[in-house]
Structures are given as C-alpha cells and as structure tokens.
C-alpha cells in the first residue's frame, strides 16, 4: 500500500477504528429531517465523529473547508425515493472532481441481487480503477434499497465479499443479529456498520453497536440515530466512547445519560 493510501485510510480511521457522519441522505430523499440546515447540524457533532460523508453538492454548500474533519465523498446516484428503483444508480462524480474537492475516499452503492447488479458492481470497478491510481481508497456501500428483509448474515456475507473481492478497500454494511460475525470474518477489508433504520433508544443504538465492534468491525457510518435525536451531542459521545475507548453498552449509556444532564 502506498503512503498516500495509506495517509487517508489512517486519517479516516485513527488506530483502525472509526465514527463516519453520513449526511447524504438528501441525494436520494430529498430535504430529511434534520438535515435541513446540514452545516448546523453537524457543527456540535464535530469533535466526536473521525469523518463525513456527504455530496459534493452539501460539501461545497455546506461544510466549511478551513480545518474540516477528513472527507468521504458520495460518488453514485441519479435515483429517487419517487422513481421506479433505488438500485438503478449511476456514478455521479469524476476522479477530477474527487481530487479537486481533496476526498479523502469515496462511497458508491452496490445492489446485489437487484436487476441493477452488474451496473452497479461496475460503477464500483470503474471507480477503484480511478481511485487507485492516486491512492484514494473507495468505500463500497452494500445497499438493498427498499428490501429489508435482505438484511441477513448470508446476504451480507456476499455482499461484502464481492465488493472486496473488486477492489474496495472499505464496505458499508448493516449489522445483522445473528452471525454477523461471519459477515465480518468472511470479508478480507474492514468492516463498517451502516445505521438503518432509526431506533427505537438510545440503549438499542448502543446495543448494536457494541455487539458489531465485539463482532469485529472497525467503526460505524451513523447519521439518523444521532442527528435525528433530541441529545445528538450526548448520542455522538457515547459511540465515540465505544468506537474508539471499548466502554460497554452500560458505561456508553452512562456516558449518554450524563451528557443529557449536564447539556
């Protein structure tokens, strides 16, 4: 691996370990709930989070370039919550682009098992050829649209060891209640967890990412169980304490608690 790779994915990921801000969510769903105003909601959320993911569109609009944390760069879309499939994706940005904004990686979504599938695993090929070249590592995001149920452990499990297998030097995928361990263990690049669906509390936001991070993944890329929140700020505290200092579920909900109380 040369310097530059390695630079990034050391600044993404300080000790192996990371907390990604995803705040792309408008490039399919329009204005979200709590992203109307994105500079503002991240800008208390900062000191705790390794990374954001977001547009170039939000980037440029939204993130103030002077000291911003290491940027992971949504490069796949032109799909909507309203059009016919989410899985009908095209890449959405160039290596030119992605240099000239200073990415420190890129995301692209795959959709195994779709009829989008080879479009969609080819729009990650053609950006881990781009991306190489200048040591930019790529972040695969195993997405299943609006198929829940594929959240499974022998789904992902494939899922993440094809977007490996094509070059991806981190995958995206959701945390799955049983055997999510092999998940991780059959996929040979980190492992990152994707939120989902929004929680019910706090605790089981904490719950499944303890369990995931036992399991073996590296971090998370969470944005509506944290800015979606009423104590964002305490939330954001708590997981980076799991994330990145090993506390359990109980001392992250202390943590959680005692943020809420003192804000």
């Known amino acids: ?95 030119e682009e992605i240099i000239r904004v200073n990415a420190s990686a890129v995301g692209v979504s795959v959709f195994i098992g779709s009829d989008y599938e080879r479009q969609t695993l080819n729009n990650l090929t053609q950006m881990v050829n781009d991306c190489e070249d200048y040591g930019i590592p790529v972040m695969a995001v195993t997405a299943v649209g609006k198929e829940m149920e594929k959240r499974e452990a022998r789904y992902l499990a494939l899922c993440c060891r094809i977007a490996a297998e094509l070059g991806a030097r981190v995958v995206k995928t959701y945390w799955c209640e049983k055997d999510f361990d092999k998940v991780v263990q059959g996929c040979p690049v980190p492992v990152i967890m994707a939120g989902g669906p929004k929680c019910e509390t706090e605790l089981e936001v904490f719950e499944f990412v303890h369990d995931g991070m036992q399991k073996g993944a590296v971090g998370i890329n969470l944005g509506r169980n944290v800015w979606q929140s009423p104590h964002p700020v305490a939330i954001a505290k708590a997981l980076k304490a799991i994330i990145h200092d090993n506390v359990s579920v109980k001392q992250a909900h202390d943590i959680f608690k005692e943020s809420v109380i003192t804000k």
Request: aromatic share 8%.
């Open 1 to 95: 691996m040369d310097w530059g790779m390695k630079n990034r994915l050391d600044r993404l990921m300080p000790d192996g370990k990371c907390f990604f801000m995803p705040i792309d969510h408008g490039y399919f769903q329009g204005p979200t709930r709590g992203l109307e105003k994105p500079a503002e909601t991240i800008a208390p959320l900062l000191p705790y989070v390794d990374s954001i993911f977001c547009t170039r569109g939000t980037l440029r609009a939204c993130i103030d370039p002077i000291e911003s944390k290491p940027i992971v760069l949504r490069v796949s879309g032109c799909t909507s919550m309203v059009g016919a499939d989410l899985a009908n994706e095209e890449l959405t940005t160039s290596i």
